[in-house]
């Protein structure tokens, strides 16, 4: 079963607005990560938070991290058209050293 | 090199052929991942190598499915008689020690099973 799992699934907004996508994940981690995808190829790394960090930011991006509710959300503020992709979150949890990937939200963002 | 490179970047098969992927990870990164997506899916484990330890290999999904890294570098996936549900793109990504500063994923392998 996936360990972190992303919501919503799809999201289509128009560019200027805030995109927000959650992930919610199982059991305790090192840390979370958030990717991003284009076109179904590889993933790029976005950004890392630490399960004692509460909040990142890098550009446009905030993260937050609730550790007590083992959820997760990625904030895409003044959102462009380049912005759309798919975008998923990445966990370890403690005895691990393999990532899992939930099924990701496609964000579309309209010109 | 510069990031991970996979070839090739597109395959086609026939089914009941055997195929090969190749991932180059990054010099210097120990840790090497391959995964499977299937068309709007999520991303499946398949294998972890780290450093010259035996590899994770739990998330290979039947016995057709192999992998080797050589000199704890260069990775080869390979798939021996191809199924159509086989399927898929196929990434590898690589990292330093265990990714505690994230995963460099390379561009994938396309591969359709015809």
């Known amino acids: 079963s996936q360990q972190g799992e992303e919501d919503p699934q799809a999201l289509s907004i128009q560019e200027g607005e805030n995109a927000t996508m959650n992930c919610s994940y199982k059991?305790?981690?090192?840390?979370l990560q958030w990717y991003r995808q284009n076109s179904g190829r590889g993933l790029v790394h976005l950004i890392l938070?630490?399960?004692?960090?509460r909040e990142k930011h890098s550009g446009r991006l905030r993260v937050t991290l609730d550790t007590s509710k083992k959820s997760s959300s990625l904030l895409i503020t003044a959102s462009r058209a380049a912005d759309t992709a798919s975008y998923f979150c990445?966990?370890?949890?403690?005895?691990?050293?393999?990532?899992?990937f939930g099924r990701g939200t496609s964000l579309i963002v309209h010109p | 090199g510069a990031g991970v490179s996979q070839s090739p970047s597109n395959k086609v098969t026939e089914k009941g052929k055997d195929v090969e992927l190749r991932c180059d990870p990054i010099?210097?990164?120990?840790?090497l991942y391959w995964y499977r997506q299937s068309l709007g899916q999520g991303l499946e484990f398949l294998i972890y190598f780290q450093g010259n330890s035996a590899p994770d290999k739990s998330g290979l999904p039947s016995d057709r499915f192999s992998a080797e890294r050589t000199g704890g570098s260069v990775s080869t996936l390979t798939i021996q008689r191809t199924q159509q549900e086989d399927s898929a793109v196929y990434l590898c990504?690589?990292?330093?020690?265990?990714?505690?500063?994230?995963?460099?994923f390379g561009s994938g392998t396309r591969l359709t099973v015809v």
């Open positions: 938070i630490r399960s004692n960090e």
């Open positions: 990504a690589s990292s330093l020690d265990d990714g505690g500063y994230g995963y460099t």
């Open positions: 010099s210097g990164h120990t840790a």
């Open positions: 990445a966990t370890r949890s403690g005895g691990s050293y393999i990532p899992t």
């Open positions: 059991t305790s981690i090192n840390n």
